[in-house]
T-cell receptor, first 110, second 113 residues
């Protein structure tokens, strides 16, 4: 079954404590992306990756890092989380122009 | 589940009615458009897509209409069911050398039995 998985699904953390949200896809897609979703703002792109070792900033990259060491994985890293990064995060994998989304990670930073 | 519907435009319909959800897109160079459905607590799911060389495409109970002149996209759902209640997003793929999806703000559809 084609799918995008994310972990963890829910995370509560404190300001400044580094965290990583993992994302994995099994469709051999080259293109992957991270979005955050906030009420009234829709889905905003954080970072994307066109292939292994190729990443670039989206619309709201500040405070985030990503890596793409292998095609199937695209982790999102928050080196020093802040409360304004409290949000719902989605990883997406694009194949044939169509995006496949993970189930989401609800992050709360206190 | 997680609420993503706060502050969204909302369309309320009765079960069995036809629903029309509208979306204005921004980039006249966009050549591919997608409608996604997001249920509470889940990620967006693909519904239907349309390329810019078409003005209409039909799926099962859904139809997408594209008006490039006014940069407008609509999703029509026939015989709306309570299970159709969700937030609907349009997305445009600007395809400017690579694929990337830019999303609209979304519309919440509420279907009453």
């Amino acid at each position: 079954e084609a799918q995008v998985t994310q972990n963890p699904r829910y995370l509560i953390t404190v300001t400044g404590k580094k965290l990583t949200v993992t994302c994995s896809q099994n469709m051999n897609h080259e293109y992957m992306s991270w979005y955050r979703q906030d009420p009234g703002l829709g889905l905003r792109q954080i970072y994307y990756s066109m292939n292994v070792e190729v990443t670039d900033k989206g619309d709201v990259p500040e405070g985030y890092k990503v890596s793409r060491k292998e095609k199937r994985n695209f982790p999102l890293i928050l080196e020093s989380p802040s409360p304004n990064q409290t949000s719902l995060y989605f990883c997406a994998s694009l194949g044939g122009d169509r995006g496949y989304f993970g189930p989401g990670t609800r992050l709360t930073v206190t | 589940g997680e609420s993503v519907g706060l502050h969204l435009p909302t369309l309320s319909v009765q079960e069995g009615d036809n629903s029309i959800i509208n979306c204005a897109y921004s980039n006249s160079a966009s050549d591919y458009f997608i409608w996604y459905k997001q249920e509470s607590g889940k990620g967006p799911q693909f519904i239907i897509d349309i390329r810019s060389n078409m003005d209409k495409r039909q799926g099962q109970r859904v139809t997408v209409l594209l008006n490039k002149t006014v940069k407008h996209l609509s999703l029509q759902i026939a015989a709306t069911q309570p299970g159709d209640s969700a937030v609907y997003f349009c997305a445009e793929n600007r395809n400017s050398g690579y694929s990337t999806l830019t999303f609209g703000k979304g519309t919440m559809l509420l279907v009453s039995p």
